[in-house]
């Protein structure tokens, strides 16, 4: 039976434990909290995420990571971006030398702009064919009804991304293989910038034709950053890119488009942050989004107007108002790079 390590008992977390179990692993999740172990052991549920949702007995839950590691084939790194590096310096002497390191976390890291895959393979001293991502429109809440899904699973090594696949392909979980790993993180991380200004855009109640052309143009953008960094372009038409987009653009069940729509409603940066209970990765990753834009030499204005909003305090009206106003261009440019 394939063995399998969850660091991280957030939503997502939770959920892809429970996916990989459903799928016929054995599965050990890590948790911060005694009390949230001590619920998925004796309860076998989340109380603090999914409390109706009945997690299968296969997973197990421990607040030791070395017993978590302990024999996995696949340890899942899922914990908030920024906390990635110090939390994986204090797991990386415990994990199996021949582990496949798979990383959940949509995000770019603070000062280094480094994605998530390359922090992994930095902190814990693996090569690019050790280390996978899941991204796709996986909204953890309908995953967690065991709601119809699909996904991408992305490494350079290809035999290692099906090995993944068949880990965590259950009736309700679709996955795909991809070798694209840089244009499957670009993808999932930019969606969440994306998804805090749509979601401002709702919160000023603009209309859908509004939100339309800030999706389509988002992922414009992207591509334009994916094609500096050396993606395949086709990604960003696929789950991870396109697909996961429209999910967090659209909603409620996203935490970004919620974020984005109580700051378009009026509430400041402090107070949408304490309305959300859970971590919002846009809203940190949009600054390291900016700065790989500018390392790379990529335009990239609704990244800067988020940036704007929850870096700076401008208004959000204000911000609509000037990414309107900015000079006419054609449809494509500098998309080949």
């Known amino acids: 039976m394939t063995r399998c390590a969850v660091f991280g008992a957030g939503s997502w977390g939770t959920a892809f434990a429970m996916i990989l179990a459903d799928a016929g692993c054995e599965v050990t999740l890590w948790a911060r909290r005694p009390e949230v172990v001590d619920a998925i052991n004796n309860d076998h549920h989340n109380p603090g995420y999914f409390p109706g949702v009945r997690l299968p007995e296969t997973v197990t839950a421990t607040v030791d990571p070395g017993k978590a590691a302990a024999g996995a084939d696949f340890v899942v790194l899922s914990v908030p971006s920024q906390s990635l590096r110090g939390n994986l310096t204090a797991w990386a002497p415990l994990l199996p030398s021949d582990a496949v390191l798979v990383s959940l976390m949509k995000g770019i ?69 991809n070798s694209d790993v840089v244009g499957c993180e670009l993808g999932g991380t930019v969606k969440n910038v994306i998804g805090l200004a749509a979601g401002a855009a709702d919160g000023l109640d603009l209309g859908d034709n509004a939100k339309a052309s800030l999706i389509t143009r988002g992922l414009a953008e992207t591509m334009r950053l994916g094609a500096a960094m050396g993606a395949d372009q086709h990604t960003f038409a696929g789950l991870a890119g396109l697909g996961d987009l429209v999910a967090t653009c659209s909603s409620t069940l996203s935490r970004n488009h919620t974020f984005g729509m109580n700051l378009g409603r009026g509430m400041t940066l402090d107070e949408a942050t304490a309305a959300t209970s859970q971590t919002t990765e846009g809203v940190k990753s949009c600054v390291a989004v900016q700065e790989l834009a500018r390392r790379h030499g990529v335009e990239m204005p609704i990244v800067d107007t988020v940036v704007a909003m929850v870096k700076d305090g401008k208004s959000p009206r204000l911000a609509v108002k000037e990414l309107m106003s900015r000079s006419a261009k054609p449809e494509r440019y500098d998309v080949d790079g």
């Open 109 to 177: 890291e603070l000062g280094t702009a480094k994605r998530m895959s390359e922090v992994i393979g930095e902190v814990a001293g693996v090569a690019e064919d050790r280390v996978a991502v899941v991204s796709g429109p996986n909204l953890a809440a309908e995953i967690a009804r065991r709601l119809p899904a699909a996904s991408v699973v992305a490494c350079a090594d290809e035999d290692v991304a099906r090995r993944l696949q068949a880990a965590c392909m259950t009736p309700y979980f679709r996955p795909y293989t």
